[in-house]
């Protein structure tokens, strides 16, 4: 009995290491751009690592990306509810400020980013970065894909509207 | 880079370019692989404790005048607003010095005995900004059982497995009170502190001290886990819990009652008052994340806590 328990723990480890191979560094930059702090999204994607590694379905899981992922939105939107809950500091100066000394040197997308809510910067990511079809979208946020494809046409007309304002610095 | 965005093409275009800071994938690996038991956020830990601290030493400093909360008497039991600009700055100037040291202080606050307590001078900040910049640390107390909460704090609030219906209780947290010092006391300990990091050229003077008091500061609980799930957040006297979200509040009446409402954030915030105590109050929930959210099932929780 002890034999097989280290043999599952074994493949266990086999298997997460292939995870993090594949996927560590795609869910680092998902989770830094709901973030939007390196040092955030560090500590989160560690986090939902542990969290895929403990979790009981890492060994039955037959879409390994959409599970992921799915782990770690709710992973960051938890993030980002409790500090705006405990940081007094204001969310919007803080990170803006961040962005600007160590996130890009494209100005003008951080500010429209910064305007966006962690939820709407989320799927952006996974429609524009990751080239997700919506169906897979779907999955992730756990809604449907006509709900998938509708929010994210608002997001981007929402983004519209901020380039039309050429506000994104009001 | 800084043109114009002309399109959402062209915004496209340039999210796809937009260079990420690279992360070290090799340092987590080993972290991983070795770790078995779940960690809790170490900077979160340092951050919410620092603000916890900060929002103590401001309360009675900054000047409130954004919004109020007033009890079924009419009386006011709380309000709060905006810290300035140049207040804000400081504050982000502290935490950006912290977060340089932010490993070796975490790892120092994990390993701390419950009921001890941290103090974290850092001399950069000192000599800038003293007293101010020193903040005092506990380990917050991770709990899975609501009967680990207080009972008195507990049943001042009713707090139980199903408050939230049929999201039951997962775990939470809970921060006490640090025993309270005379403002000479505090300075004479701080000036020690410093002048043992100068004497040894440290960039930082840490001391472990004391007992926290039996006092609950704050409780942070969550019920139901991912997308259905609700947090709770709890805090005893006068603190205020501040947000940039502030302006966006609608105010609820229930019953007599005021309630802060935030759509955006699906949050309410009000206060209950028990005798001479006051407890602020935030419930968040992102329960209704894919429908028309509404403040209905925030306030059916509030008024558990409130009857």
Redesign the interface.
């Known amino acids: 009995m002890q034999i097989m328990e280290e043999n599952i723990e074994e493949t266990r ?1 086999e298997r ?2 292939y995870l ?1 191979n594949e996927y ?2 795609r869910i ?2 998902y989770c ?2 709901i973030l939007r702090n ?6 989160a ?3 939902v ?2 969290k895929a ?2 979790n009981n379905k890492l060994m039955t899981i037959d879409y390994y990306s959409a599970w992921l992922y799915k782990i770690a939105y ?1 992973h960051c ?3 980002v ?14 990170h803006h ?1 961040n962005v600007a000394h ?8 951080e500010e ?2 910064c305007k966006l ?1 962690a ?1 709407e910067r989320a799927l ?1 990511l996974l429609r ?2 990751e080239d997700k079809d919506f169906a897979e979208i779907a999955l992730i946020l ?2 449907t894909p006509a ?1 998938a494809r509708k929010r994210f046409e608002r997001v ?1 007309e929402k ?2 509207a901020l ?1 039309e304002r ?1 506000g994104h610095n009001d | 880079m800084t043109n114009k965005i002309k399109s959402f093409q062209e915004f496209e275009n340039r999210l796809k370019q937009a260079a990420i800071p690279q992360s070290s994938t090799a340092m987590y690996r080993i972290r991983i692989t070795k770790e078995k038991k779940p960690f809790y956020t170490r900077l979160s830990v340092v951050m919410i404790l620092c603000s916890l601290f900060i929002t103590a030493s401001i309360a009675t400093a900054m000047e409130l005048r954004s919004w109020s909360i007033f009890n079924k008497e009419g009386k006011e039991v709380l309000s709060a607003g905006y810290m300035d600009v140049q207040e804000a700055e400081m504050y982000e100037d502290i935490r950006k010095m912290y977060m340089r040291y932010k490993n070796e202080i975490e790892e120092l606050t994990q390993t701390l005995p419950n009921g001890k307590f941290v103090t974290v001078l850092l001399v950069e900040a000192y000599e800038k900004y003293g007293l101010t910049s020193v903040y005092s640390s506990s380990k917050e107390h991770q709990i899975d059982q609501i009967t680990q909460i207080p009972q008195m704090f507990r049943e001042d609030l009713h707090l139980t497995d199903d408050l939230v219906g049929e999201n039951s209780f997962v775990s939470g947290s809970i921060h006490y009170n640090l025993p309270e010092r005379t403002i000479e006391e505090i300075e004479r300990a701080h000036e020690e502190m410093y002048r043992t990091a100068k004497q040894d050229n440290a960039p930082y003077s840490i001391r472990v001290e004391g007992e926290e008091t039996p006092d609950v500061n704050g409780v942070y609980l969550t019920y139901g886990k991912e997308t259905d799930s609700v947090h709770i957040t709890i805090s005893e006297g006068t603190k205020m819990l501040l947000s940039s979200k502030v302006v966006n509040y609608q105010v609820i009446k229930d019953n007599g009652v005021e309630f802060l409402y935030d759509k955006e954030s699906q949050r309410i915030d009000f206060v209950k008052e028990v005798g001479d105590k006051k407890y602020v109050i935030a419930i968040n929930g992102w329960k209704l994340m894919n429908e028309e959210p509404t403040p209905e099932p925030l306030l059916a929780v509030a008024r558990k806590m409130l009857n």
């Open positions: 480890e997460m290491s993090i560590y560094q680092y930059v830094f751009h390196q040092q955030d999204a560090e500590d994607v560690q986090e690592f542990i590694f403990q709710h939107l938890n993030k509810k409790r500090r705006s809950f405990f940081q007094l500091v204001t969310f919007d100066t803080r400020r160590t996130v890009s040197d494209d100005l003008e997308l429209i980013m809510k939820k952006l524009i970065i756990n809604i709900t981007k983004v519209q380039i050429g």
